[in-house]
Nanobody, 124 residues
Framework: QVQLVESGGGLVQAGGSLRLSCAAS????????MGWFRQAPGKEREFVAA????????RYADSVKGRFTISRDNAENTVYLQMNSLKPEDTAVYYC?????????????????WGRGTQVTVSS
């Protein structure tokens, strides 16, 4: 069982930056692929980024490539999402998720554990 708590969301102007954090409880954090997803009002939850257990593999949605960076600290049981050059279309609730498999996947259905989310709002 993995419990996840996101933080770091807020209101920022277009072009600004935010760093999201996701703190995980439990001893199995380092054995999970970790992912970030987001959901805007009226839209389905979508993949943002994911990172393998030892940070050797990272995947990004095309919409955030070159602007967002995912990282993790297994000693601190934390995964991060650095978001730069933010756009109004990045506005959403951002969720952290854990997948106990060995493959870095981008499907919502692949992730077993979810946080409650943190709101990111980008003003134009």
């Amino acid at each position: 069982q993995v419990q996840l708590v996101e933080s770091g969301g807020g209101l920022v102007q277009a072009g600004g930056s935010l760093r999201l954090s996701c703190a995980a409880s439990g001893r199995t954090f380092s054995s999970n692929v970790m992912g970030w997803f987001r959901q805007a009002p009226g839209k389905e939850r979508e993949f943002v980024a994911a990172i393998s257990q030892l940070s050797l593999t990272k995947r990004y949605a095309d919409s955030v490539k070159g602007r967002f960076t995912i990282s993790r600290d297994n000693a601190e049981n934390t995964v991060y999402l650095q978001m730069n050059s933010l756009k109004p279309e990045d506005t959403a609730v951002y969720y952290c998720a854990a997948d106990p498999s060995t493959v870095v996947r981008n499907g919502v259905e692949a992730y077993d554990y979810w946080g409650r989310g943190t709101q990111v709002t980008v003003s134009s």
